[in-house]
């Protein structure tokens, strides 16, 4: 397992209670430590935002929908790499997510590997790159 998701917290924010308790404990079978929230009001009252991760993102929640939270984040310049995840599937929802910086959408419900594999993929993509030494 890469170094940077023994690191990371995964912040998975969803409104469904079943959801959450399935895919926490899909990332500590994995060796990630997670958070879970059912809102996104939550998420944003209680996460630390000095703290690397990744967020497994619900898009229609009641309250703050996923949308409404990545434009927030992105509001309070959080770059917190953002898997959406949504029964919603069409192209308007996918197209939004992805504008306001979703790395993946994925569609529940989703395949246990394809989203550690998505997981590993942008907690790797977002680490800082070495500089190379001028001469």
Known sequence: ???????????????????????SRL???AGM???DFASAEQFLAEMDPQQKGCVLLDITMPGLTGLQ???????????????????????????????????????????????????HWVLEDDRPQPTTPTK
């Open 33 to 35: 430590p997670c958070r």
């Open 69 to 119: 939270l990545q434009a927030e984040l992105k509001k309070r310049k959080l770059n917190l790499p953002i898997i959406a995840v949504s029964a919603r599937d069409d192209a308007d929802t996918s197209s939004r997510a992805r504008q306001l910086g979703a790395r993946f959408f994925l569609r529940k419900p989703v395949d246990d590997q394809a989203l550690l594999d998505a997981i």
């Open 27 to 29: 990332m500590r079978s």
């Open 1 to 23: 397992m890469p170094a940077a998701c023994n690191t990371a917290v995964i912040y998975i924010v969803d409104d469904e209670g079943a959801v959450r308790k399935g895919l």
